[in-house]
């Protein structure tokens, strides 16, 4: 990709995060954020797929694979509690299909893909190894996710407890993507992947702070 392209995207992901903690911090403005949550993630979507060169079959397949397994899981797990815990959506990621929003399986996509772009971007030649730092690394970025979901109505736990089997749940989950993300043949040198994920990183972790 050329630099100013890279530039450009990177800024607007970093712009867009600061917005959203700005949302979220002023409470007078909080609703406001929580009404373009979903707006944000299909703006973070489209920067993805502009930043990616080379998009070609195998880069979709693994776009196809993560959005129908990550609404699956989120399916299983909704209706069953067997997966990540007993939980349930509220309203802040919007339109529902069988009680799971839409845009969940573009989440998974947001966070998978950015995670193992980031990875991939370390000198780091076996795949096993790449997916467990990965998948390490979404499991921590959950854990920062997790506090500001339930404060903001993303979705609420029963017993307000976020369970243990979540974290185990999120691992063996995102490890198995992350097998297939470096087992597909695309180009996975994304600079702009990588930007998207520290700004998530941080900007979870910044509304943390903020909490305690």
């Known amino acids: 990709m ?19 903690l700005v949302g979220f911090l002023i409470p007078s403005l909080e ?15 489209i920067f993805l797929l502009f930043s990616q060169v080379e998009k ?29 815990g007993s939980y349930q ?10 009680e799971v ?3 969940i399986g573009l989440n998974w996509i947001l966070i998978l893909f950015t995670a193992g772009c980031l990875i991939n971007s370390l000198p780091l030649k076996k795949p096993l190894v790449r997916a467990a730092l990965a998948a390490l690394l979404v499991v921590i970025l959950d ?9 903001h109505d993303y979705w609420s736990w029963t017993g307000n407890t976020v369970p243990l089997q979540n974290y185990v749940a999120w691992f063996i989950f995102s490890f198995l993507m992350l097998l297939l993300f470096n087992k597909l043949n695309f180009d996975k040198r ?14 979870f972790l ?3 702070l903020a909490i305690l």
């Open 101 to 103: 929003p839409l845009l």
């Open 89 to 98: 959506y509220e309203t802040t990621l919007g339109f529902k299909l069988a």
């Open 2 to 20: 050329k630099r100013p392209k890279v530039k450009i995207l990177s800024t607007l992901v970093i712009l867009f995060h600061i917005i959203g």
């Open 206 to 208: 910044i509304l943390n």
């Open 190 to 203: 994304n600079p702009v992947a990588s930007v998207l994920f520290i700004a998530q990183f941080i900007f």
């Open 143 to 151: 854990f920062l996710i997790e506090p500001v979901a339930v404060l």
């Open 31 to 45: 609703d406001l954020w929580r009404n373009l949550v979903p707006f944000h993630l299909l703006t973070m979507f």
């Open 56 to 84: 070609n079959t195998q880069f979709w397949i693994f776009i196809a694979i993560t959005y129908i397994l990550g609404y699956g899981v989120e399916l299983l797990g909704v209706h069953t509690g067997y997966i990540f």
